[in-house]
């Protein structure tokens, strides 16, 4: 077989990034946009020596796992990989997804026993609080807005996303017409100029308050009164069109800003940002918890689902009241609010300084006085601390939420020393938490429970929550005891000499 060669196969699995798998003269080949029970007319497009990338091109018999796409860029679009897949077989598909990491690449083999059901959304549209759409031109040269498509930087135009939040829309429409009337030059990322990059969109699901921050490729942005009147006008357009509608919070626009990007990078924002317009931080709420959000915060998109995982991670804790804790990679310090209302004192570290300005507001803000938060590497920070002053800064329960790498191995090394008696890792990439996994259970940590949870709908995205305990208490326990009888037969048989 080689490229551009045809081939007709059937779907039998499904791969990590959500491609259908089959099989053709011996051959695995990996098919975008296919699902488990499809039969397919194929092109094949890279041919290794065992394996083929091929593209769809014709579905002879479709499986009873498909679902009509409700976007109709949902193929070219490389943000949803599964909205072909109907809601309940992507669920399935996720949580083997997640099972197979850490059978794999963890190495736990009674994972089956430990997996408890993955929680899924209740209604996987218009969930996504925050959107990032990188700013083009069309071939007329008329500026444009959309997503990337899958692997590349080629802009797939967009009017409005499903799994985003309805005033999207209108915010899109108003954005464009500002670019065109304000004569703001778009970014061209080849060259390296003009100036307008990305526009970011957040909504505070439960407050209704709008952010929206333009990353520029310079200092200034022309006509931000222009763009502040669109933008009203925008938010309150879809407040008349969603009045009335079940659930709905009025919306207002509450943050504007610019967030200063001027390298050659894949990186979206920038350092900093300045305030055009309102407030520097938007504000939402996570069960009883209320959270400023700066720009450049981490905040999970899916608050209802959050809500969920945040739930589990408390549970998995266990705590009494009585503990002391950890919260790794804490962001604006969600989890470490959530913790410190049924533990002692809980400790929290994350490399953005804005986001730890934010934990420190959310905690007064929500009159949490037992957290005490720390800026940089937690692999920097906590081996440091604890080397310091290890009773001061030990653990009975460690929460870590690392970015889809994982946790640094200098950050597990201090998590050994620190023996704490139970570990809640909470990850976004079963592959990395399985790798961080073989490490703990090799070094005395066991894997106790796993729950899977949906906050990416029509993507291969998964949240896990996974508590691990220590083992080594109790061994040390054993050791120590076996010591004991040692001195005491010492002691006895000196004793019996000098008899
Ligand atoms: N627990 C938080 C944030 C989780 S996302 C929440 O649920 O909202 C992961 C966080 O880790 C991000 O806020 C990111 O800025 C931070 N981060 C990334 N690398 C880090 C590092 N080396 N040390 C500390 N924090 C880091």
New binding site residues.
Partial sequence: MKKNDLCEIVISDMGKDGEGIGHAEGMTVFVKDTVVGDRVSVKLMKVKKNLAFARLMEILEPSAYRAVPVCDKARACGGCTLQHISYEKQKEIKANHVKNCLLRIGGVQNIDELMEPLIGMEEPLHFRNKMQFPVGVDAEGSPRLGFYAGHTHSLIPLSDCPMGHRVNRPILQAFREYLTESGAAVYDEENHCGLVRHLLTRVGFATGEVMVCVVINGEELPKTELLIRKLQDAVESENAQSEGEKGNVGLTLSSVSVSVNKEKTNRILGDYSRTIYGKDHIEDKIGESTFRIAPE????VNPIQ?GKL?GKALEYAGLTGEETVW??????G??SLFLAKKAKKVFG????PQ?IENARENAELNHVTNTEFFV????EIVPRLYEEDPEHYRADVVVV???RKGC?AALLSTLVKMQPKRLVY?S?DPATLARDIAFLTKEGFSVEKVTPVDLFANSMHVETVCLLSNRKPDSYVHLNLKMEDYYRIKDAEKEQGKK
Avoid: H, L, N, R
């Fill in positions: 915060s981490f905040f999970q959050t945040y919260d790794m990679y804490c962001g604006i969600t989890i570290v994350e490399i953005i986001a940089g590497k937690a692999e939420d690392p970015p640094d909470v976004c």
